[in-house]
């Protein structure tokens, strides 16, 4: 239990800032696409402070502030240089000649490395990878991204075989972290649950980490304490559809700062 107490995960605003306005620089020559430029302006004003946080930014602090405090950071899913719904943006693509530019790769000269990848529909082999990838980088923070929820079933003999029960069958510990967008937002049956109740489940003595974070600044702090916590169990992020823009789920650099991770947030938070 006392391994499982929360430890400070809160990031300088300033800090916070710098790395924020790091992600916004594009080497000269570099055209970004049309779209994007008015996205890395709103970005700008985050740093700034003129703007809140969104879910993108908080999660885009929350891998920064771990790679340059020495802590690598591999993220692989279907889309996941872009994001499945257009809000990552990680990786950006030269608008005239396609190519790539990873502003999460030029924060600090001693930084530890940041590798976004797309990986291919074949979920059970990339998870099974990373998930061995996370037994020999418990420094690090190793996420799989489902391009929508339910696509973990394609991995589910991963799920049930390695990552929940290693610990118990084998006596080795993964942080790895699945990201399933969830919500059933009206895109039908294929896209519509990350299966919440098939994870719950899967509980038992402390086996799994699940959680439903609902603000940007508990789903910072949730990432970095996958990591800066000694104790390492498997985390599994219900990531939303509709709440990546909602203009009430935003956050402030000073909860980046001064909060941490909470179990459950009251009705009037």
Known sequence: EDLATN???GVQKEELSELLLKQTVVPEGFNVHPKLVRWLEHRRE????KRPLDWSAAESLAFA??????HPVRLSGQDSERG???????VLHDYEDGHSWCPLQHLSPDQSPVWIYNSPLSEAGVLGFDYGYSLDCPDGLVLWEAQFGDFCNAAQ???DQFIICGEGKWNRLSGITLLLPHGFEGQGPEHSSARLERFLALAADYNIQIVNPT?????FHVLRRQVLRKWRKPLIVMTPKGLLRHPSVISSLEDLENGQF???LPDEW
């Open 46 to 49: 985050m740093a700034q402070g």
């Open 157 to 159: 003999v991963i799920i």
């Open 65 to 70: 502030s771990l790679a340059v405090e020495g």
């Open 84 to 90: 499945t719904f257009s809000h990552r943006h990680s």
């Open 215 to 219: 603000t940007p600044a508990q789903y």
């Open 7 to 9: 430890v400070p995960t």
């Open 262 to 264: 909470y179990r459950v």
